[in-house]
């Protein structure tokens, strides 16, 4: 499943994805699309047929907490978004 944010916010995709894993240890891996459309960005959850409702249910109470950590802060430091894989994938 891929989505992205809507919205202004002081904060992207992947300050999310750092986020999640500072906080929580999620993988959730952000991206840039491949070239004529790389200024889109978006972030890729892998989601098994086995996915419970609860464990869904947390990811995204999990998401909401990171985006209000990140309202509150602002954006993640490049240096801390290293933690995170944010190839294109092309």
Known sequence: MAFR??????????DVASQLAAERGWLVPAYHL?????KVK???????????YSLAEKLIE???????????????????????HTATGY
Not at 6 to 14: A, C, I, N, R
């Open 34 to 38: 491949p070239p004529n459309a790389d």
């Open 42 to 52: 978006l972030m890729r959850v892998l989601v098994k047929l086995t996915l419970g």
């Open 62 to 84: 999990d998401i909401a907490d990171a985006c209000k950590t990140l309202k509150e802060k602002g954006g993640v430091h490049a240096s801390e978004r290293k933690r995170v």
């Open 5 to 14: 944010l809507t919205g202004d916010q002081p904060y992207d995709e992947f």
